[in-house]
């Protein structure tokens, strides 16, 4: 059986540190369990770009009583324990998770990640996108876009959808097919 966490950040700026959501979908024996947000006061806090806010409607005032990416870690990072993460663009949701780490003097855990593009390419070939967007249109999964819990929640399912086009049954399935895709945070 497959276990993952999907996980996505929205953030304030463009610093890598910037994280001001950050959503998490738990998926245990291919089924998703639980989806939680947390809303997060950013470093640059009251300062938000407003191309960030345009594409996802947090503004400085939603997250003034909110805790900090460091107040929130060890529960993230209890949830996460050692579970693969899956992300959709992964690289941008890795490099915030080190940037607002490596901000906070947090050591990095090693943990393996996988981007759900990647996978969606070879599931799905020869489709004119493949955003999250466009993947959701396509397997008509409906969502609030550009929010943390609702975009690691359609992650997490595109990702299944996937595993299963590609027959991937088990998380040693997935090392040994998507292995060079497979990344060391």
């Not at 929205?10 to 910037?18: D, F, G, L, P, Q």
């Not at 915030?96 to 759900?116: A, D, F, H, M, W």
């Not at 819990?149 to 299944?160: Q, T």
């Not at 959808?161 to 497979?182: P, T, W, Y």
Request: charged letters at 20%; aromatic letters at 8%.
């Amino acid at each position: 059986m497959i276990n993952f966490c999907a996980i996505d950040f929205e953030t304030a700026t463009n610093e890598r540190n910037s994280a001001c959501e950050v959503g998490l979908c738990m998926v245990e024996n291919n089924k998703i369990v639980s989806t939680k947000s947390w809303l997060i006061r950013p470093p640059s806090f009251p300062h938000f770009n407003r191309h960030n806010i345009a594409v996802h409607g947090i503004y400085p005032s939603d997250v003034a009583n909110s805790p900090t990416f460091a107040d929130i870690w060890q529960e993230l990072h209890q949830i996460i324990g050692n579970k693969m993460l899956v992300a959709h663009n992964a690289s941008f949701d890795a490099g915030v998770l080190r940037g607002c780490l490596e901000y906070y003097n947090i050591p990095k855990p090693e943990l393996q990640y996988v981007c759900s593009v990647q996978i969606a390419r070879k599931s799905w070939l020869g489709l004119p996108s493949y955003s999250l967007g466009n993947l959701a249109r396509q397997h008509e999964i409906s969502f609030n876009h550009h929010r943390a819990g609702d975009d690691a929640e359609v992650c997490a399912k595109i990702s299944l959808l996937a595993f299963q086009e590609l027959m991937i049954g088990r998380d040693e399935d997935v090392q040994m097919k998507l292995k060079s895709n497979l990344k060391i945070l």
